[in-house]
């Protein structure tokens, strides 16, 4: 008996050391893919590691579709930036840095690249899903792309297979090269250790299930920086979430060239309820020359993503979408719902100084104008837990989409 008992409480030592020692190598693995040799290191007050990189030695060099690319140091055309937008006259204050910031900077040459730690891979369900979205299918997207004009999303409902929960206005269009706004910036409360909630542009092309998307804006994101910080992030994915792509830097893919923004970095000051308010301009910009999306934040190009890593999108986005994303495991019919909150965790129904916002929101198309979307669309997968409103002050003035919620509630259980 003592000998069985033995050989058994071998074997099963045996197993936890083989498969806890191959997580131990894949981490080992993922760390020296993503944390290049670094030619500074700035330790930031909020405990933040940045590594400056040569810039022609980032991760983003590692996708097979840019092992023999020449990067774009500038756009071939002059993009949208903050001067376009409309004053909010003296209403909001626009963030210009970044926390890191304070204690260094990167010098030219090289990008800031936010550290990643052990601690940071392990709270991934594995290394190959950390810094990565779980596929999504938008059921409306094959029908909308059909129409032209306005699209009614009331129909759609939320799959309930899925971990996403969005709140958004969209426009559709043929040949979409731009689009853009200003967002302000909130930390949203009660966000779960295994959620994330986003405030952000998506532009997407392609199909229902396989389609291809770039994004940008704020988030709080537990789960990836084991922390509530509010900070600036990018995404992009060519089939639907479902094996590409990736948060910031954390895969090869988007090519930055600023020494002066970090994916990842943590964005400060942050919105208050009925006090002041800051905001944060996004805007992505498709060069033509090119085929790659250029990424703005304020009046900073950040970097782009190459056109080689799409089909349908390199060359034109169909449908752009401005508004807020929770991923949680308890979205839809799971009871009780996620507590995460969305954008402020007010209602949108409160409007300025209460609510998240995109204001200036703006597209570009084959018209070559600047302008605001002639048809905005409103959806909700959950409208009970988090909402949209598109607002205007008068009849004729340019819409404001406030969104958000609080997530579990009276009438979100």
């Not at 594995?126 to 299918?137: D, I, V």
């Not at 190009?301 to 080689?308: D, E, F, K, S």
């Not at 954008?343 to 409160?350: A, K, M, N």
């Amino acid at each position: 008996m003592a000998m069985r008992l033995f050989l058994t409480l071998a074997i099963l030592c045996g197993l936890y050391n083989k498969a806890y020692g191959r997580v131990s190598l894949d981490i080992d693995v993922k760390l020296k893919i993503l944390n290049k040799p670094a030619l500074k290191t700035i330790k930031s007050e909020d405990g933040d590691i940045i590594d400056c990189i040569d810039i022609y030695k980032q991760h983003a060099f590692d996708h097979p579709a840019l092992r023999n690319h020449k990067i774009q140091m500038k756009p071939s055309v002059k993009f949208i930036t903050k001067k376009t937008t409309i004053p909010n006259n003296g209403t909001s204050t626009a963030i210009t840095s970044q926390i890191w910031s304070k204690s260094g900077r990167c010098p030219v040459g090289t990008i800031p690249v936010r550290r990643v730690s052990r601690e940071d891979i392990r709270r991934a369900s594995s290394p190959s899903h950390f810094g990565k979205k779980t596929h999504r299918r938008y059921s409306f997207l094959d029908k909308a792309l059909e129409h032209k004009g306005n699209f009614n999303f009331t129909a759609e409902k939320i799959d309930q297979k899925q971990r996403h929960s969005e709140a958004f206005a969209a426009t559709l269009g043929s040949n979409i090269i731009a689009a853009q706004s200003d967002i302000n910036v909130w930390n949203p409360p009660r966000v779960q250790a295994g959620d994330y909630s986003t405030a952000q542009i998506w532009m997407i092309s392609g199909t229902s299930a396989t389609f291809e998307s770039i994004e940008a804006g704020w988030m709080v994101n537990p789960g990836v920086f084991g922390d509530s910080r509010t900070r600036l992030f990018t995404y992009w994915t060519k089939d639907g979430y479902t094996s590409t792509g990736c948060f910031n830097l954390l895969c090869s893919g988007f090519v930055q060239t600023s020494e002066k923004l970090l994916l990842g970095g943590a964005v400060q000051p942050v919105s208050r309820t009925s006090g002041d308010q800051y905001q944060i301009f996004v805007g992505m910009s498709l060069d033509p020359a090119s085929g790659n999306w250029w990424l703005s934040c304020g009046k900073n190009l950040v970097g782009y993503w190459p056109g080689t890593l799409f089909s349908s999108l390199q060359h034109r986005s169909g449908l752009v979408k401005w508004g807020g994303e929770v991923n949680s495991a308890n979205v839809g019919m799971t009871k009780p719902h996620t507590k995460t909150a969305m954008g402020s965790g007010q209602w949108p129904l409160h409007l300025f100084r209460e609510a998240c916002y995109h204001t200036n929101i703006r597209i570009e198309d084959s018209s070559s104008q600047i302008k605001y979307p002639q048809y905005l669309s409103e959806f909700a997968d959950e409208p009970n837990c988090y909402s949209t409103m598109l607002h205007r002050d008068t009849d004729t003035s340019e819409p404001k989409l406030f969104f958000g919620g609080p997530g579990q509630g009276l009438v979100c259980p």
